[in-house]
T-cell receptor, first 115, second 112 residues
Framework: ETGVTQSPTHLIKTRGQQVTLRCSSQ?????VSWYQQALGQGPQFIFQ???????GRGNFPPRFSGLQFPNYSSELNVNALELDDSALYLC??????????????FGPGTRLLVL | AQSVTQPDIHITVSEGASLELRCNYS??????LFWYVQSPGQGLQLLLK??????LVQGIKGFEAEFKRSQSSFNLRKPSVHWSDAAEYFC??????????FGTGTRLQVFP
């Protein structure tokens, strides 16, 4: 039990729609990262937020966006969904920015299916 | 570019046998190194991590890993596997860029 929760657990959308995924971090964790895990692959870094500001982004297009709120919750928004967006989306929180040797704690993920 | 390679896609062992899962990374300096485990339908659980110091790292559930700088490796080991260890194992590195780079994973199957 990592104390990181995500909602919903499963979601089905159609191509072109928009989706919002939610994450609730552990209290006191100022950093949240989002990862996309396609079937049979390792997670890939989407972006990270630190104290409500974006702090690094992976190789994902701008239609992937995020928000972090003062109450340790965060959102991942994906616009104009494509079939390849079908994946498990994981959020991970940590007490501070990773380069200070903090560990990321992962939530159970949201499985998104785009039809 | 930094990368992580897990050469074994799928490993099958008998319960009670020893286990070694391989991980190699590509990076000019010493990264921070992690092993995570993922059970079906679950998120990632941290098994162990290496930042600096002793190159043999002990983790949870009886796992250990050894960092070998000369081989750019961070292999995961367990002396006696239990049926409950069946899962997907991911090696990951952080090259001080505030993001984790994961390997493609090794699926472990345990036979009774």
């Amino acid at each position: 039990e990592t104390g990181v929760t995500q909602s919903p657990t499963h979601l089905i959308k159609t191509r072109g729609q928009q989706v919002t995924l939610r994450c609730s971090s552990q209290s006191g964790h100022n950093t949240v990262s989002w990862y996309q895990q396609a079937l049979g692959q390792g997670p890939q870094f989407i972006f990270q937020y630190y104290r409500e500001e974006e702090n690094g982004r992976g190789n994902f297009p701008p239609r992937f966006s995020g928000l972090q709120f003062p109450n340790y919750s965060s959102e991942l928004n994906v616009n104009a969904l494509e079939l390849d967006d079908s994946a498990l989306y994981l959020c991970a929180s940590s007490p501070a920015v990773l380069s200070t040797q903090e560990t990321q704690y992962f939530g159970p993920g949201t499985r998104l299916l785009v039809l | 570019a930094q990368s992580v390679t897990q050469p074994d896609i799928h490993i099958t062992v008998s319960e009670g046998a020893s286990l070694e899962l391989r991980c190699n990374y590509s990076y000019g300096a010493t990264p921070y190194l992690f092993w995570y485990v993922q059970s079906p339908g679950q998120g990632l659980q941290l098994l162990l991590k290496y930042f600096s110091g002793d190159t043999l790292v002990q983790g949870i559930k009886g796992f250990e890993a050894e960092f070998k700088r000369s081989q750019s490796s961070f292999n995961l080991r367990k002396p006696s596997v239990h049926w409950s260890d069946a899962a997907e194992y991911f090696c990951a590195v952080d090259t001080n860029t505030d993001k984790l780079i994961f390997g493609t994973g090794t699926r472990l199957q345990v036979f009774p």
